[in-house]
């Protein structure tokens, strides 16, 4: 899945977006397969804390092209 994410140029890609019905995700702030190190892989991931602050971001997605749009996201999550 790291593969396909860096091919796409993305920083995060869940395993329903390319075809695989399961709770796993990889992400890598930078974007950059060099940077391997900063690499996540979470399995069964599940929020148990979220902050009240939020930001807005201009973001998109892997699976529509050339689609973005503000999400907001709390400031940080456990």
Same mark, same amino acid.
């Given at each position: @899945? /790291? &593969?396909? @994410? +860096?091919?796409? %140029?993305?920083? =995060? /890609?869940?395993?329903?977006?390319? =075809?695989?019905?399961?709770? &796993? @995700?990889? +992400?890598? %702030? $930078? =974007?950059?397969?060099?940077?391997? /190190?900063? %690499?996540?892989? @979470?399995? !069964?991931?599940?929020?148990? %804390? *979220? ?10 997605? /892997? $699976? *529509?092209?050339?689609? !973005?749009?503000?999400?907001?996201? $709390?400031?940080?999550?456990?």
């Amino acid at each position: @899945m /790291l &593969l396909v @994410m +860096y091919a796409a %140029e993305g920083v =995060g /890609l869940a395993a329903p977006q390319v =075809g695989i019905n399961k709770r &796993l @995700m990889v +992400y890598n %702030e $930078s =974007g950059d397969r060099k940077k391997w /190190l900063s %690499e996540v892989i @979470m399995v !069964n991931p599940k929020i148990v %804390e *979220f902050s009240d602050a939020t930001d807005v971001e201009n973001e998109g997605c /892997l $699976s *529509f092209p050339d689609m !973005n749009g503000d999400v907001q996201r $709390s400031k940080w999550i456990k």
